[in-house]
């Protein structure tokens, strides 16, 4: 056909409905880089490539699609070896995204609102509590899969010549992807973010030299505590330079493995040689259709998962505004850096703090270049595997031991008021776990509870028994300081009413009694906490 | 490529109506907003009832010493809240043309403190014996933003009682009389009157710890009352020790002790303290104090 000057004589000499028709294909094929609309019918129907095979066109012509290669070896397609980690770490990173602009719309950075603004998300935000919650969990399940991947990575060997550097790149990538999630868990600003975070910023300083250690912390925390200065740092490296940071290396990374080739699995090719580039043609599996609608169904299977448990199962927890004058008790560590905290209980913060760790990262980056050992099958690699399978025990314990009941345990009689009455999140013992009408003012002797509040208030006297089996815990005689013919008065107060003269607010408050390890002195413990119906609470 | 698709249409179904699900209980329908079912108003409400159970717990830590564990006062040291505040003060300003509201003049009261404290009160015949100290940090005090607003939202939480019919005890208050005849008094219930373990027949607690401690020494508002069953013998020549405590209590400025008297020549121990107990207490007080040796 010959070019036409304008529209207008397209439409005298073809009628308007084909010249619609013309413009359509014509846009199409402008914006799939090459396949019109008969190209995009044939992959969608699931036809045979025509020759010439204008499903590549995306791939060599388009700039999206260039990330992609065309076709891939039909062994990696599949769920084994890979699981396909890789790809639910990027669309957790995808999800992260989304979900995290849209909670930025609602957030300051600063002290002063950021946790009224967390409570404004959850209560004023249609759909803010779906919204934080998948943030959280897609965060949690994103430092899982990006583990897993180095793992599984690691235990195929795919590290090896000639993908050392792709390697470091994941291992960076592993490294901001812990950054980004501990960046993001201050953000609430509350009790846990600022006293999880504040932990983990005190290691910086004991970076050696004491000079380097002692300018980095001010530099990550903006001052000598974690304050306004601090919020804006972590906000700004969690929103802007850590995404940034990991969508260039995540190019580079996806780039460097399309270069080389996705690793066969162990045992595809001769040790020391690499196939993966040479794929034969009968072991080609094209992107367009099968490879992207994989990915595509990937990326639904996650989004489902993730909206069904945050819509039932799971939400992020909030605790009390953070309050830099009150450490509660049993602070701990994000879950992934447990293993961390464990081991700063092993002696000095300087040498488990920060030269462990990183020495840990430098021996992941270093360890491509040194491994001298060619193959990728695992009977040939008996000390790697069983040096990986060691180091993740060593892990799983240290992170037992980074949990607050190893070693950091208070005097009895705390750890009980504790149990009954935590000021942030709520424990199984918890008093403000009862439901607020069944807590019945009157005076409870946890010795002696009546047999008819069994009946009358069976969440209230569980919890009263319970307290009771706290305090008996403590009368073992292995231990040496003791809660002996320890009891507790409990006393439930109604303290507010409402316009409608209801109560809306009691007190509870408790009074622990024992006889001291000398077997004579009598000793008591006081607290008291209040307890609104209408509250909200984190329960563990 | 057919399961595929299958699948893949399953999941955005599912997704659709879990999301779906989670709108419609949001709280974004008009009769959700109206009768406060939706999530986002359980939100709501759960925030606030968050922010006054930390208000009741600061309360209890800073503002009982002085103004009571219910808000009902202190004489000589705090002014009642609940009720006073929402039956009688406040009603005061509003009449006086007071621009603000209710909720800002607490606010405004918590955080800027009162320096100025005898101007009010003293017109009202009590005194109070020092100033509100300032609490909000923007003013150099010790609380943030949002605890003041916890505060606030606690204290705002009496307003409801305040519209509650008061409950009239029935008693006869000894007041400043005297030379009435007091009746045997008993030293156990003076001692848990005095722990507040019991109440005064007008059904209020004593109001004695906070000003008085019974450890030699120690100056709480007013002196220690350490050994009082023996000093109070020698203060005021005439008086023996029993006579001594219970003119105290009655006619706090009849013998003020040096450095406990205000601007204007009188008790920082306030007068009326016998409106609120009965012939009884003030004997069972006296003789618990008589035990102080």
């Not at chain 1, 014509?26 to 995009?40: K, L, P, Q």
């Not at chain 1, 919204?131 to 430092?143: G, N, Q, S, T």
């Not at chain 2, 006619?251 to 008790?267: K, M, N, Q, W, Y």
Request: net charge negative; aromatic share 12%; glycine share 8%.
């Amino acid at each position: 056909m010959e070019p036409f000057n304008t529209l207008n004589d397209m439409r005298k000499q073809y009628g308007v409905g084909r010249t619609i028709a013309i413009k359509l294909n014509e846009t199409v094929e402008r914006i799939t880089s090459g396949m019109d609309i008969n190209a995009v019918r044939g992959v969608l129907r699931g036809d045979p490539a025509p020759k010439p095979n204008p499903r590549v066109k995306p791939h060599t012509e388009g700039a999206w699609f260039h990330v992609w290669p065309s076709f891939y070896h039909v062994e990696v397609t599949k769920i084994f070896p890979t699981f396909r980690l890789g790809l639910i770490s990027t669309v957790l990173f995808l999800i992260e995204i989304i979900t995290g602009l849209f909670l930025m719309v609602w957030y300051t950075p600063s002290p002063l609102v950021a946790y009224n603004d967390m409570w404004r998300i959850l209560s004023n935000v249609p759909l803010g509590l779906l919204m934080r919650d998948i943030h959280r969990l897609a965060a949690e399940f994103m430092v899982i899969s990006v583990a897993l991947h180095m793992w599984r990575t690691y235990l195929t060997g795919s590290y090896k010549k000639p993908r050392q550097f792709t390697y470091f790149t994941g291992v960076l990538l592993l490294f901001f992807t812990l950054f980004l999630s501990y960046t993001g868990y201050l953000l609430p600003w509350d009790q846990l973010a600022y006293w999880a975070v504040t932990i983990g910023a005190s290691m910086v300083d004991a970076a050696p030299p004491k000079e380097v250690g002692e300018a980095s912390g001010l530099l990550l925390r903006g001052g000598l505590e974690i304050g306004a200065n601090g919020l804006l740092r972590f906000y700004l490296l969690h929103v802007f330079a850590l995404p940034l940071g990991v969508i260039l290396f995540l190019f580079v990374h996806y780039y460097k493995v399309v270069r080389h080739g996705h690793s066969l699995p162990p045992g595809f090719d001769a040790p020391g040689e690499d196939a993966a580039r040479k794929v034969p043609p009968d072991k080609r599996v094209p992107f367009l259709p099968d490879v992207a609608t994989s990915e595509l169904l990937w990326f639904g299977i996650i989004t489902a998962v993730l909206v069904v448990m945050s819509a039932f199962f799971y939400h992020a927890p909030l605790e009390n505004q953070a309050d830099p004058l009150n450490t509660p008790l049993h602070t701990v560590a994000p879950w992934y850096f447990l293993w961390i905290q464990g081991m700063l209980k092993l002696g000095d913060k300087t040498l488990w703090g920060v030269i462990v760790p990183t020495a840990l990262l430098l021996a992941h980056i270093v360890l491509p270049y040194v491994d001298y050992n060619p193959s990728r099958l695992a009977r040939n690699r008996r000390f790697a595997w069983s040096l990986s399978f060691f180091s993740v025990g060593v892990i799983v314990i240290l992170s037992f031991m980074g949990t607050s009941a190893y070693l950091v345990r208070a005097a009895p009689e705390t750890e009980v008021n504790f149990e009954f009455m935590r000021p942030e999140r709520l424990g199984e013992h918890d008093i403000r776990t009862v439901p607020f009408e069944e807590m019945i003012p009157g005076t409870y002797d946890t010795a002696a509870l009546p047999e008819s509040l069994r009946n009358e208030a069976p969440d209230l006297y569980e919890k009263l028994e319970g307290l009771q089996d706290l305090i008996v815990y403590y009368q073992n005689p292995a231990l040496e300081h003791r809660l002996d013919q320890g009891r507790a008065i409990v006393t439930i107060a109604d303290w507010q009413i409402d316009e409608e003269g209801l109560t809306n607010l009691k007190k509870i408050s408790m009074t622990l009694e024992w006889i001291d390890e000398d077997g004579v002195t009598p000793a008591a413990l006081s607290d008291y906490v209040f307890a609104h119906r209408d509250a909200i609470y984190t329960v563990e | 490529m057919t399961t595929r698709i299958f699948i893949g249409g399953l999941l955005f179904v599912a997704i659709f109506i879990t999301v779906g699900y989670v709108l419609v209980n949001e709280g974004l329908l008009l009769v959700q907003e109206q009768d406060e079912s939706g999530r986002m108003q359980a939100f709501a409400a759960g925030q606030d009832g968050r922010s006054i159970e930390n208000g009741a717990d600061m309360f209890t830590q800073y503002c009982a010493a002085c103004h009571g564990d219910d808000g009902e006062g202190v004489p000589g040291k705090g002014p009642q809240l609940n009720p006073y505040l929402f039956t009688t003060r406040y009603p005061e300003l509003k009449a006086a043309n007071y621009p603000n509201s209710l909720r800002n003049f607490v606010k405004i009261a918590i955080a800027g403190g009162r320096p100025d404290y005898t101007a009010y009160w003293a017109t009202k015949g009590e005194t109070y014996a020092a100033p509100m100290q300032t609490w909000g940090d923007q003013f150099g005090g010790p609380l943030r933003g949002d605890q003041i607003e916890s505060l606030t939202d606690y204290i705002m939480g009496w307003e409801a009682e305040a519209g509650q019919p008061v409950e009239i005890v029935e008693f006869t208050a000894i007041g400043n009389d005297v030379d009435q005849e007091l009746p045997a008094g008993d030293a156990a219930r003076g001692k848990q009157l005095w722990d507040k373990m019991t109440l005064y027949a007008s059904a209020k607690t004593a109001p004695c710890s906070a000003c008085h401690s019974l450890e030699p020494g120690q100056t709480l508002v007013g002196p220690s009352l350490a050994s009082i069953g023996t000093r109070g013998a020698e203060t005021v020549s005439g008086q023996d020790a029993y006579t001594y405590i219970r003119h105290a209590i009655q006619l706090p400025s009849e013998h003020i002790v040096s450095g406990f008297e205000t601007a204007d020549g009188r008790s920082l121990m306030p007068e009326g303290l016998g409106n609120d107990m009965s012939a009884q207490d003030l004997a069972d007080l006296i003789e618990f104090l008589l035990t102080q040796q």
